[in-house]
T-cell receptor
């Protein structure tokens, strides 16, 4: 099955800084999503992005399906951006998400 | 439009007991998946239901079982609980297989 890797595993930023999170996947994908897991455990949808580029406020994401990677950009970070960011993919043969190990982001005031 | 809701939010059980977790899918979503998330790890796929039929299963033993009802809500049942079953259990629903999925807030299960 598909393998999903994320980098970096941990990231510490000062408020206002920008960051880029990376997700590599090993096979063609039918679905790719980015999530933010809040301190209470809920996975919040950020982007549904099997290909292309999307933007939502301070966040944007790009997936280059032919090169099997996706990037999540966070600009002007805020303390409320802290938490774990997961990339999850569904390959063309499966129906379930395979999650990466996550990137733990800490934004300091 | 209501989102995905799970109940209960927290649960403590004793080793060897049985537990049932519940999930109401987002309105109109006929596909429900369950995931187990151990502390410090990413969620792991348990199984998926599509129109009341199991449609895929991850590497979990048969004591993990489920149901989907005609209104597309779902249950996850775990028999003979073990200490390692302590985890956050997440339910996700989607309109179609492979379409954008939405997660509930999870049920945190502690087995003592």
């Amino acid at each position: 099955g598909i393998q999903v890797e994320q980098s970096p595993p941990d990231l510490i930023l000062q408020e206002g800084a920008n960051s880029t999170l990376r997700c590599n996947f090993s096979d063609s994908v039918n679905n790719l999503q980015w999530f933010h897991q809040n301190p209470w455990g809920q996975l919040i949808n950020l982007f549904y992005i099997p290909s292309g580029t999307k933007q939502n406020g301070r966040l944007s994401a790009t997936t280059v399906a032919t090169e099997r990677y996706s990037l999540l950009y966070i600009s002007s970070s805020q303390t409320t951006d802290s938490g774990v960011y997961f990339c999850a993919a569904v390959d063309n043969y499966g129906q379930n998400f395979v999650f990466g190990p996550g990137t733990r982001l800490s934004v300091l005031p | 439009e209501t989102g995905v809701t799970q109940s209960p939010t927290h649960l403590i059980k004793t080793r060897g007991q049985q537990v049932t977790l519940r999930c109401s899918s987002q309105s109109g979503h006929n596909t429900v998946s369950w995931y187990q998330q151990a502390l410090g790890q990413g969620p792991q796929f348990i199984f998926q239901y599509y129109r009341e039929e199991e449609n895929g299963r991850g590497n979990f033993p048969p004591r993990f079982s489920g149901l989907q009802f005609p209104n597309y809500s779902s249950e996850l049942n775990v028999n003979a609980l073990e200490l390692d079953d302590s985890a956050l259990y997440l339910c996700a629903s989607s309109l179609l297989q492979g379409a954008e999925a939405f997660f509930g807030q999870g049920t945190r299960l502690t087995v003592v």
